[in-house]
């Protein structure tokens, strides 16, 4: 049964975000990312799993090894979606530094 993720509850976790900053520069194969950290091959697996099924990972198998690498444009995607909430809390940051610089200034 292929369930859809939720691709905010996959980025939740910091080991899976941990593999999206590992292949984010290589393509890499399930061995090598499960090399880096200290939990169990299948545990790494799944996250693998989850990550793919959000489309963040793809999967391209070269004979007999299956390499994982980030899928760009589903990224741009979250950035997209998230970059309207970013700017909205810059602006609300700029605004509370200006009255605190001007309190400062005042006292």
Same mark, same amino acid.
């Not at 980025?11 to 990312?33: C, E, F, K, Y």
């Not at 090894?65 to 970013?86: C, G, M, S, T, W």
């Given at each position: 049964? #292929?369930?859809?993720?939720d691709v905010f509850q996959a980025i939740a976790d910091p080991t899976?975000?941990?593999?999206? +900053?590992? +292949?984010? *520069?290589? *393509?890499?194969?399930?061995?090598?990312?499960?090399? #880096?950290?200290?939990?169990?091959?299948? !545990? +790494?697996? $799944?996250?693998?799993?989850?990550? !793919?099924?959000?489309?963040?990972?793809? %999967?391209? &198998?070269?004979?007999?090894?299956?390499?994982?690498?980030? #899928?760009? &444009? %589903?990224? $741009?995607?979250?950035?997209?979606?998230? /970059?309207?909430?970013? %700017?909205?809390?810059?602006?609300?940051?700029? %605004?509370? /530094?200006?009255?605190? $610089? &001007?309190? $400062?200034?005042? #006292?």
């Amino acid at each position: 049964m #292929n369930l859809r993720r939720d691709v905010f509850q996959a980025i939740a976790d910091p080991t899976r975000r941990a593999i999206l +900053v590992l +292949v984010a *520069s290589q *393509s890499m194969t399930a061995g090598a990312i499960a090399s #880096n950290f200290d939990t169990a091959r299948p !545990t +790494v697996s $799944k996250h693998l799993q989850i990550l !793919t099924e959000c489309e963040l990972l793809e %999967k391209e &198998q070269i004979g007999r090894e299956i390499n994982y690498h980030l #899928n760009p &444009q %589903k990224v $741009k995607e979250i950035a997209d979606f998230i /970059e309207p909430f970013r %700017k909205l809390w810059d602006d609300r940051f700029n %605004k509370l /530094e200006a009255i605190m $610089k &001007q309190y $400062k200034t005042d #006292n």
